[in-house]
């Protein structure tokens, strides 16, 4: 899928974290026990996971490329799954993944962004064009 006109690749890397942080946020304080009985939290979850895949799908090969933890393919590949074959999803992944992987990859993703806009900032900075004093036309002294 090719990235959407005017979208530039920090927007989905912000769309990435947003999702992870809201599936984060969706299981906090539960047991796996209660999860599995709570089918709204279960869906919300996998279309958290449905929009990570979809953004990371539109990630460019170097965007992808500087994220380690991201592991785009094992991403989209979720995102096929619950898209696809909604029925055989096996929670137990999804609650891992949530779980154990999220956490550390926000984190990751979050540094990414930081060094993005300081990058950016630089850049903006240094092609700020510095002209000349001139003095103005105003009142002449002694003259």
Not at 31 to 53: C, N, P, S, Y
Not at 75 to 101: Q, S
Not at 112 to 123: D, G, N, P, S, T
Request: glycine fraction near 4%.
């Amino acid at each position: 899928m090719s990235p959407e006109i005017g979208k530039d690749q920090q927007a989905y890397v912000r769309d990435i974290i947003d999702s992870a942080n809201q599936a984060v946020a969706y299981t906090r304080g539960l047991t796996f026990e209660q999860f599995w009985d709570d089918h709204k939290t279960r869906d919300a979850v996998a279309m958290r996971l449905h929009i990570m895949g979809e953004s990371a799908k539109k990630l460019k090969a170097e965007t992808a490329a500087k994220l380690q933890l991201l592991r785009v393919d094992d991403v989209r590949g979720m995102r096929n799954r619950i898209a696809h074959d909604y029925g055989r999803v096996n929670f137990r992944i999804v609650w891992k993944t949530v779980r154990e992987n999220l956490p550390p990859l926000i984190s990751e993703l979050e540094k990414y962004i930081q060094q993005h806009e300081l990058a950016q900032k630089i850049r903006a900075s240094s092609s700020v064009a510095i002209s000349p004093h001139r003095p103005s036309n105003g009142p002449r002294m002694g003259m």
